[in-house]
């Protein structure tokens, strides 16, 4: 129990953090403002690159909707509830791979808040993977 | 009676060693079902894994098709020679081009995805410094605008106009404005790529590319853009239809009051005209 408890705590941290980064770029895309830019100066360039909306959508919006839908199954013991936050925290850190990748390489500029957003992902994914795995099914 | 004894101690261990195997067939049942439930779970992580690589791989496939908003493929930049032809030995000091004390200045309000801009930038800008700046007589200050990207849902004019203005911190704006407007796309169209971005930047001689690509997000270019963008806001509006459109011109004596030319809409020779019938009279 106490394990599983640990376990629930740090998804839960995890993806509370996660979301505050997603809603943050998420609110600074849509009113137009200035980010702020705490290390490295290339928030900017990166959150308005191609790169960063998909289907005009910005992937901050998903990656969002993607945490809250992994914080709500904090809160279940339901098998399926817990295999799709493994499935959304793998697809995460796929994808924040990806990302990763194109800001280093592609853009060549360097942005604070997703490389936060990548240490989430990377993190989340094995807590998520080991909770499916070990959770206790909920008593009928 | 021994017999009957034996017979019945017989039927009873009969009966227990009948009961016992059910007891042990009863035991491990949970342990079946736990492994049961370890082995339903492994399967369906792996087809969890199976399901997240598949959707990554479209995202990333939506992602390298660049936000799969049907981008324009940069294929290699144009005008390269001409252009640093066009600016060679004409001072600049960061947006301005020309003499510092020409008697007469222009300032330019235009957006990377203006097309009237571009036709300007390509027709009549190479006529005006040929005939004007050149000779020490007019100086030419850029004042990029980045508010089609509202209208288009788009971030390429700022993009563009955070490297040209990038660029000016090393007194290079104007080949960087020219090359852009050489390889202007239609509006809209996600034309503004980082590789065009970047060939832009290596493109022009004297420019340490590398720190103006990292300079793009410096506080020094996110203040020029909203200066300009409020100068531009100050400007009176176009008596004509009430609205500010691009390009824009303030035209007067250096110093002085500057009197606002309006797009005519009618092409490069057009906005060039318009523009020599102020400056020409300036400097009589």
């Not at chain 2, 100086?139 to 955070?162: K, M, Y």
């Not at chain 2, 793009?216 to 531009?232: E, G, H, L, M, P």
Request: charged share 20%; with cysteine; hydrophobic share 45%.
């Amino acid at each position: 129990v106490t394990r599983q408890l640990a376990l629930r705590i740090a998804i839960g941290v995890l993806t509370l953090a996660g979301i505050g980064i997603a809603s943050y770029l998420t609110v600074i895309h849509f009113s137009s403002g200035s980010l702020y830019c705490p290390v490295g100066g290339g928030c900017e360039t990166v959150q308005k690159s191609p790169e960063s909306k998909l289907l005009g959508v910005p992937v901050a919006a998903l990656g969002l909707a993607s945490y809250l839908i992994v914080f709500a199954t904090v809160f279940l013991r339901d098998q399926r509830a817990l295999l799709l936050a493994a499935t959304l925290a793998l697809v995460g850190i796929a994808f924040s791979g990806w990302l990763l990748y194109v800001m280093l390489v592609r853009i060549d500029a360097v942005c604070a808040w997703c490389v936060g957003n990548d240490i989430v992902a990377l993190l989340l994914a094995p807590l998520a993977l080991t909770r499916y795995l070990s959770e206790e099914p909920a008593p009928a | 009676m021994s017999g009957r004894s034996a017979k019945r101690r017989r039927r009873e261990a009969a009966l227990a060693a009948a009961q016992r195997p059910k007891r042990s067939r009863r035991l491990p049942s949970s342990s079946v079902r736990a492994s049961d439930r370890n082995a339903r779970r492994r399967r369906q992580l792996l087809l969890s894994v199976g399901a997240a690589v598949v959707i990554a791989g479209v995202l990333i496939g939506i992602s390298l098709a660049r936000g799969g908003s049907g981008s324009a493929k940069f294929t290699g930049l144009k005008g390269k020679a001409a252009v640093i032809a066009r600016f060679k030995g004409i001072p600049q000091q960061g947006l301005a081009l020309g003499n510092p004390k020409a008697p007469v200045t222009v300032e330019e309000f235009a957006d990377f995805q203006c097309p009237y801009c571009g036709e300007w930038a390509r027709g009549a800008l190479p006529v005006l410094v040929r005939k004007y700046v050149l000779p020490g007589k007019l100086r030419i200050v850029f004042r990029g605008q980045d508010f089609l990207d509202q209208n288009f849902g788009t971030s390429d004019s700022e993009r563009l106009l955070r490297l040209a203005l990038a660029a000016a911190r090393q007194n290079r704006l104007w080949q960087v404005v020219d090359l852009i407007y050489t390889n202007q796309g239609s509006e809209g169209s996600h034309w503004g790529s980082e590789a065009l971005i970047r060939a832009v930047a290596n493109a022009v001689p004297g420019l340490d590319a590398a720190r103006a690509l990292s300079e793009r997000d410096s506080t020094w270019v996110s203040d020029q853009i909203s200066a300009a963008a409020t100068r531009f806001q100050s400007t009176p509006p176009n008596p004509t239809d009430g609205n500010r459109g691009t390009p824009t011109f303030l035209v007067g004596r250096t110093g002085a009051h500057m009197d606002t030319i309006y797009p005519t809409g009618g092409g490069a020779a057009s906005e060039l005209a318009a523009l020599a019938a102020v400056i020409d009279p300036l400097l009589k």
